[in-house]
């Protein structure tokens, strides 16, 4: 069971080479949602387990590492909730924008579906952005890569009408997350 739920992301190409999504999958759409709700969560929790540890293992300007520690769990859940239509429509507007990107370089050869489908698999490598500095880059380098190779494989395109694409979402990937993980 294990092995299927990580399987897109161990080996991407080979899994969304064999899928073809006609309708929009709305229970990826979900799972993606819901990766996106818990990551305050994870923060909040990275925090706790950060702030227990004894401060001789961290240098004095890394204590700051309690990110989210100033939000309450109840708080966090208030805001998630008021925050999912905004998960939804933004992961609905970043795949209309890769498919139109696509569609543009001419390396649409999928549905709008498959490119959600991509986009909502991506959802569980914004879970890098927990950690501190480097957390936001690094989620920012892994959706890309991931993104890169599942498109190519899903629209069984070539990488050099992928990777412009890709490149060109970059800054909305930057903005995205900017604006939802501060």
């Known amino acids: 069971m294990a092995v299927i739920l990580i399987e897109p992301y161990l080996r991407p190409t080979r899994f969304f080479s064999e899928k073809s999504t006609k309708s929009l999958p709305w229970r990826n759409l979900l799972f993606a949602m819901g990766i996106l709700v818990s990551i305050p969560f994870a923060r909040i929790a990275l925090g706790n387990l950060v702030g227990a540890m004894a401060e001789e293992y961290f240098a004095p300007h890394t204590v700051i590492f309690a990110f989210s520690l100033w939000q309450t769990p109840l708080a966090a859940a208030q805001q998630q909730v008021l925050l999912l239509p905004l998960y939804a429509a933004g992961m609905l507007l970043y795949a209309l924008f890769i498919h139109a990107m696509l569609w543009l370089a001419r390396g649409k050869n999928a549905s709008y579906a498959a490119t959600l489908q991509c986009v909502c698999y991506a959802a569980p490598c914004w879970y890098l952005t927990i950690f501190p500095y480097s957390g936001v880059p690094?989620?920012?380098?892994?959706?890309?890569?991931?993104?890169?190779?599942?498109?190519?494989?899903?629209?069984?395109?070539?990488?050099?009408?992928?990777?412009?694409?890709?490149?060109?979402?970059?800054?909305?990937?930057?903005?995205i997350c900017s604006l939802l993980f501060p």
């Open 138 to 175: 690094a989620a920012l380098v892994y959706v890309s890569i991931f993104l890169a190779y599942s498109l190519r494989a899903t629209h069984h395109t070539k990488w050099s009408r992928v990777l412009p694409v890709i490149a060109m979402g970059f800054p909305v990937l930057f903005i």
